[in-house]
Every structure is written in C-alpha cells, then in structure tokens.
Nanobody, 118 residues
Framework: QVQLVESGGGLVQPGGSLRLSCAAS????????MVWVRQAPGKGLEWVSG????????YYADSVKGRFTISRDNAKNTLYLQMNSLKPEDTAVYYC???????????WGKGTLVTVSS
C-alpha cells in the first residue's frame, strides 16, 4: 500500500548540485513528518535530514547543514532534498522514509545512489 520512490541520484562533480525527489503514495502524505537517511559504501545508516508535516520545521545533520535543504510539496505528495556544494563524502545511497511518530520510521523507499567524484 505505502510506496516511497526516490529519484534524482547520479554522478556529480565535487562542488556540484543535485536534487533528489521522493514520490509518496498510499497514505496521507501531508499528515506525516518525512526523513532522508543515507548509507555510504561499506558504512552504516546516517540520518541526514527531516521536516514536519507542513514543511515549516526542518532538521539537519551537522555534516550537511548549510549545504542541503529539505522541502516538500504536499499537493504533489513529494519530498525533496536539494544538495549543494557536494563532497566525495556525500557519496551514498539516499533513502526517504515516512515518520510514524517521533522519528520512528515505519516505511522506507528503495533508495537512489548519489556518487560524488571527479
């Protein structure tokens, strides 16, 4: 029923920008906080960013603060992650996830790979 489909990943040069999208369906998107999580090659999961149901309150990991911007378009049931000034350390599979309550993530997408390399 619930589906989260990430897109927008790919190869980008250091210092470049990329915009990820997450298309949501099967639930009332506008009622839930949403989150981006990433996993670098050979590493564990890292929480990246989250925002409230209306998009007015945002949170960022220190590693991406000032470079990434999370947003949402509730009319389109879509979550976004604008990534600027990308670094090789940002290389990872990026997942969007639905927050059930208090950062308990009950549904995840399959992820989209971001590779930052020259």
């Amino acid at each position: 029923q619930v589906q989260l489909v990430e897109s927008g990943g790919g190869l980008v040069q250091p210092g470049g920008s990329l915009r990820l999208s997450c298309a949501a369906s099967g639930f009332t998107f506008s009622s839930y906080w949403m989150v981006w999580v990433r996993q670098a090659p050979g590493k564990g999961l890292e929480w990246v960013s989250g925002l409230d149901s209306g998009g007015g309150r945002t949170y960022y990991a220190d590693s991406v603060k000032g470079r990434f911007t999370i947003s949402r378009d509730n009319a389109k049931n879509t979550l976004y992650l604008q990534m600027n000034s990308l670094k090789p350390e940002d290389t990872a599979v990026y997942y969007c996830a639905k927050d059930l309550v208090s950062w308990a993530l009950d549904y995840w997408g399959k992820g989209t790979l971001v590779t930052v390399s020259s």
